[in-house]
Structures are given as structure tokens and as C-alpha cells.
């Protein structure tokens, strides 16, 4: 067989491996839009439960802006993630973000509802919670990826969490604002086009 | 073309013939990367037809380099492979041999 192979038909083999299996590793899941649409329901639960009571549509359901509001964007995103996720190979990597995101959403999902019925919550402790829960899931994401803009968003909502435990309620909703705007909105557009240009070539191998 | 290269054929390394089939190698590179893969997303990724992956999977399942498993999902058929430890172990091999030709065509 060796006496049939050139040097170059095995340079070729050899190029073949790394060529597929960097075809393999390029991350194929697009999954900046769940960064906007989180962004935009955020957003909508914000105004929703700071000036429902100004608008006739929402009187006296303002209490329920948040849990709505998170529910609303869950079921969106289950539903769209499980229909765009369909036919993609399962990776290690893919499988540990996917596990961290979900357990931070567990959390968010235990922790305030339970300090909503104790009492507990108040707009500091909740800013400065879901920005250290965010800031979290983005450092990890974006150190498992070597992601350096994802890392930048971990950062940015770390010193929110911080920022949010000092001063008045509208600085600390002004600095979740603004931190939803640079880490969920503007991230989600970039890794939305990031993914749209990534999306075209692919090679065609001959046996 | 070992002669030419100045190769002695008793030092040459065998190279492994499952794997040295060009979408066969794609296939097992490909699937090194992945935990297990569809049928659809391997054709994706070679640009493969139908007929041909199948016939060069099926291969590699007789030699015990990749699993199958057939299952439904939502009423429509699926097909994952996934690379057995026998794989991985021919691939790496097929790379060191294939790296310890090059060395040779190269050193000569």
C-alpha cells in the first residue's frame, strides 16, 4: 500500500485530519440571540414593573412583570433552542456551558421567588444577585471558550453586582440597564453576525 | 515511490486501510471532536451523498471503529454514531505511522 502513496497523498491525509477536525470544533449552535431576546425581556420586565401602574393596560398587574415576563422568555427559549438544536452533534464542551446555564437558571429560579415571599428582596439585593449570577455564566462560558468579549460581559456585570449595593434604587436600575444593554443586547447582535458569517463554507470530501 | 524515497519497506509502518479511505479518515476526525453525531450533520460536514456515507460507515462499523444507534425522535427516524475506543486508539495509530512516513519522505 506505502508503495502506492506519495508523499504528498500523505501530507493530504494529514492536512484531511486537521482540516475536519477543526470542522468538527467550529461551533455550529448559534446562540446569540438567546443573549437579545433574555436583553429585550429583561427590559420589557423593568419598565413593565417600574411604570405598569401609569399605563391603563397593566394596572394592578405590575406584581407580575417579572414572573411573566422570565416565564414568557423561558418557554421562548426552550422552544426555539430544542428546534434550532435539532440535528447538532452533541460536544463536551457544548454540554458543560449548556449545564452551567442551566443551573444558574435553576438558581435564579429558586432564590427569588423565595426572597419575593420572605420579604427579603429589594431592588439592590436583586440587581446585585442577577448580575453576579450573570457574571458567572459569562466568565465560564467565556473562559471554557476562550471568548475574550464574553469575558468583558462577566466583567462588566461583576461590577454592577457591585455597584448595585451602593447608592439609590435608580442608579442601581440605571446600572442594570445599562449593563443589560452592552452584555445582553449589543453581545447578542455581534454573536448574532459573528454566527451569520461564520455560516457558509463547507468542504466536500471524496472517499 | 517508498523505493524511490529511499525507503527500506521493512522500517515502513503500515498504514491502516479502513481508515486510510479519504472520507473514512474525514468521518473518524470528524467524530474525534464530537460526543456522538447525526447522519445528516456527517453529510453536512463531508458533503458526502447518501449512498456513499453509508456504505463507508457501515465499514467502519464492521471494523469496530464506530456504534450505531437507531432511534426515534418525534416519529422520525435518527441515526447517531459515535467513535468506539477501538477507534480512537486505529486513529491515533494511522497518525503516528502516517506522521513516521512523512518524517521519512521528508528526511530522505
Redesign the interface.
Known amino acids: 500500500?506505502?508503495?502506492?502513496?506519495?508523499?504528498q497523498d500523505?501530507?493530504e491525509?494529514?492536512a484531511?485530519?486537521e482540516s475536519?477536525?477543526a470542522?468538527?470544533?467550529r461551533r455550529t449552535q448559534s446562540w446569540g440571540w438567546v443573549f437579545l431576546l433574555w436583553g429585550v425581556a429583561y427590559c420589557v420586565a423593568i419598565v413593565w414593573s417600574t411604570h405598569g401602574r401609569d399605563l391603563s393596560v397593566w394596572s394592578s398587574a405590575d406584581s407580575l412583570a417579572w414572573p411573566l415576563t422570565m416565564s414568557v422568555a423561558l418557554v421562548v427559549t426552550m422552544i426555539i433552542g430544542i428546534r434550532k438544536s435539532?440535528?447538532?452533534?452533541?460536544?463536551?464542551v457544548g454540554?458543560a456551558i449548556g449545564a452551567f446555564w442551566t443551573c444558574v437558571g435553576i438558581s435564579m429560579l429558586v432564590v427569588f421567588p423565595t426572597l419575593a415571599i420572605s420579604g427579603r428582596l429589594d431592588e439592590h439585593v436583586f440587581v446585585a444577585l442577577v448580575a453576579a449570577m450573570l457574571g458567572a455564566a459569562n466568565g465560564a462560558s467565556g473562559m471554557i471558550l476562550r471568548w475574550k468579549w464574553q469575558v468583558a460581559c462577566a466583567i462588566a456585570w461583576w461590577v454592577t453586582s457591585a455597584a448595585a449595593c451602593f447608592g439609590s434604587v435608580a442608579r442601581a436600575t440605571a446600572l442594570f440597564l445599562a449593563a443589560i444593554f452592552a452584555c445582553q443586547i449589543v453581545f447578542g447582535i455581534y454573536a448574532m453576525i459573528l454566527e451569520a458569517r461564520r455560516g457558509g463554507t463547507?468542504?466536500?470530501?471524496?472517499? | 515511490m517508498a523505493a524511490r524515497a529511499g525507503w527500506s519497506m521493512s522500517e515502513l509502518p503500515e498504514l491502516n486501510p479502513v481508515i486510510h479511505g479519504k472520507l473514512r479518515l474525514a468521518l473518524l476526525s470528524l467524530l474525534t471532536t464530537v460526543e456522538e453525531a447525526e447522519f445528516t450533520w456527517l453529510r453536512a460536514r463531508t458533503g458526502s451523498t447518501d449512498g456513499n456515507l453509508g456504505a463507508q460507515l457501515a465499514k467502519l462499523e464492521e471494523a469496530g471503529y464506530v456504534s450505531v444507534e437507531k432511534k426515534f425522535v418525534q416519529r422520525k427516524p435518527q441515526t447517531l454514531y459515535r467513535m468506539t475506543e477501538e477507534g480512537r486508539r486505529a486513529l491515533a495509530e494511522y497518525v503516528q505511522a502516517l506522521k513516521q512516513l512523512l518524517g521519512t519522505a521528508i528526511g530522505t
Do not use: N
Not at chain 1, 1 to 7: D, K
Open positions: 500500500m506505502q508503495e502506492e502513496t506519495s508523499a500523505l501530507r491525509r494529514l484531511l485530519i475536519m477536525i470542522e468538527g470544533r435539532r440535528g447538532q452533534p452533541v460536544t463536551t454540554r463547507r468542504g466536500v470530501v471524496h472517499v
